[in-house]
Nanobody
Framework: QVQLVESGGGSVQAGGSLRLSCVAS????????MGWFRQAPGKEREFVAA????????YLADSVKGRFTISRDNAKNTMFLQMFSLKPDDTAVYYC?????????????????WGQGTQVTVSS
């Protein structure tokens, strides 16, 4: 079993920055891939970023490339999403997710474990 807790959300103006954290417990963190997803009101959950169990490979959605970075610190059981140059379209609830079996993936269906989400609001 894996428990995930996000933090770091908040309200910022367009162009601002935030860093989200996701702390994991319950299973060896370095054994599973992780991802970030987001969901805006009235929209489906969408992929933001994913990272392999080792952190050696990572990829981002086209909509956030060049503005967001994903990383993880396996010694601290924590994954991060650093967000720069935020836009109003980035406003959503951000979720971290864990995939115990398989490589990092952009499909939410591949992730078995989810955090409760953290709200990010970007004003223009």
């Amino acid at each position: 079993q894996v428990q995930l807790v996000e933090s770091g959300g908040g309200s910022v103006q367009a162009g601002g920055s935030l860093r989200l954290s996701c702390v994991a417990s319950g299973r060896t963190f370095s054994s599973y891939a992780m991802g970030w997803f987001r969901q805006a009101p009235g929209k489906e959950r969408e992929f933001v970023a994913a990272i392999s169990w080792s952190g050696a490979s990572a990829y981002l959605a086209d909509s956030v490339k060049g503005r967001f970075t994903i990383s993880r610190d396996n010694a601290k059981n924590t994954m991060f999403l650093q967000m720069f140059s935020l836009k109003p379209d980035d406003t959503a609830v951000y979720y971290c997710a864990g995939r115990v079996y398989g490589d990092s993936s952009s499909s939410p269906r591949d992730y078995a474990y989810w955090g409760q989400g953290t709200q990010v609001t970007v004003s223009s």
